[in-house]
């Protein structure tokens, strides 16, 4: 059971984070608090977008700020990663890695050797963000040897909080941007309707009203060659005109970009 002044600073936390005036400020109060509540010596949180069906990871905070160069390392060998299968997009959930390997396999994994070795990182404990089955981002936790494994405690506090950034997540990135909406929508057509990663691309641009000049262009890819991927869209689509696209959008009409 926790305790009332772990209670406490987690009701401060909590409150924080609903007054934060942008998702900025959402991400770095939150790792500035939860050394009040989760002993560690490092901590992150990583966006996840969506592109044809694979998991891209951006846009890294990261406290100390100097951890960011061990992840932009990870977020170039991400697919390496062991514990990717537990960043699934239709749940969220707190994973402590301790918990899933013994010493020996977790400390000779390609994530422990290309990024966590020179940080002397020993435990992870990571919160994956997502609501409405859209993967949106990924906390995590990193402790030293000298600190130890992560404790049921702090998984437990964890998963509080967990509950509100999934929310908070989905607000900030998906509801109030016309952006991340469009983004959704097209990650949701890419799965209904077996889309591949290159024609989500081009169903994205389309959804915004691009030509199909402009779709080339920013793609670099050759106008016939953009037709042959339209033709494979209307099919999987089973429509015949651009103008049909207007009822995958969620207000009858282009998405802004």
């Known amino acids: 059971m926790m305790e009332r002044n772990e209670a406490m600073v987690l009701d401060d936390i ?7 005036e942008d998702f900025t ?9 939860l050394h009040m509540l989760v002993q560690f010596s490092y901590a992150s949180i990583l966006r996840i977008e969506t592109n044809g069906g694979r998991m891209v990871f951006r846009d890294p905070l990261c406290v100390p700020e100097a951890l960011l160069p061990m992840e932009e390392q990870y977020i170039r060998i991400a697919e390496e990663d062991h514990t990717l299968w537990s960043t699934d997009r239709e749940r ?3 994973i402590c890695e301790s918990s899933m390997l013994s010493d020996e396999a977790r400390l000779s994994t390609p994530v422990y050797r290309q990024c966590y070795a020179r940080w002397n990182i020993y435990d992870t404990l990571q919160v994956n963000i997502a609501y409405h089955g ?11 040897r000298a600190e130890g494994t992560f404790r049921e405690e702090d998984v437990f506090s964890m998963n509080i909080i967990s509950h509100h950034l999934n929310r908070l997540f989905y607000r900030r990135l998906v509801a109030e941007n016309p952006a991340g909406r469009r983004a959704a929508r097209v990650q949701g057509m890419e799965e209904k309707y077996g889309l591949t990663r290159r ?9 915004t009203g691009a030509s199909d000049e402009d779709i080339a262009a920013a793609l670099v890819i050759a106008p016939g060659t953009l037709k042959k991927h339209l033709q494979h869209i209307y099919r999987k689509l089973q429509i015949t005109a651009r103008w049909e696209l207007l009822k995958f959008t969620e207000e009858g009409g282009a998405i802004p970009g």
């Open 14 to 20: 909590l409150y924080h984070l609903y007054d934060a």
């Open 25 to 33: 400020a959402i991400r770095r109060g939150l790792l500035e608090r």
């Open 92 to 94: 969220s959930g707190v």
């Open 134 to 144: 859209l993967a949106l981002g990924v906390l995590t936790l990193y402790r030293t």
């Open 199 to 207: 024609e989500g691309e081009i169903l994205a641009r389309l959804l």
